[in-house]
């Protein structure tokens, strides 16, 4: 089984910044994907940024040049550093892990989310 434990979510005006964070534990071989979504009031859940155990990047075309997401691979973490926050960036994130498991076989796993309200 693998946990996906995230932390940082808050409420900040505009132009403020948080650091989500997502940490996996379990029975983890290696995690090739590690992503972060979000999903706002009424709205579907949409990728916010993605980045691979190699360092290959992307990110929605909203958050380009406000968010960067970053790894740490030893400690099976991923993060999402967002500044300059808009009011449409309020919603909860989810993290996202595609695990290899120590017993073989590929899965994705998802965090329990965490709120960030971002108000004018």
């Known amino acids: 089984q693998v946990h996906l434990v995230e932390s940082g979510g808050g409420s900040v005006h505009t132009g403020g910044s948080l650091r989500l964070s997502c940490a996996a534990s379990g029975s983890i071989d290696n995690i090739p994907l590690m992503s972060w979504h979000r999903q706002a009031p009424g709205k579907q859940r949409e990728l916010v940024a993605a980045?691979?155990?190699?360092?290959?990047?992307d990110y929605a075309d909203s958050v380009k040049g406000r968010f960067a997401i970053s790894r740490d691979n030893a400690k099976n973490t991923v993060y999402l550093q967002m500044n300059n926050l808009k009011p449409e960036d309020t919603a909860v994130y989810y993290c996202?892990?595609?695990?290899?498991?120590?017993?073989?076989?590929?899965?994705?796993?998802w965090g329990q989310g965490t709120q960030v309200t971002v108000s004018s």
């Open positions: 980045m691979t155990s190699g360092g290959t990047i």
């Open positions: 996202r892990a595609g695990v290899v498991v120590t017993s073989g076989g590929g899965y994705d796993f």
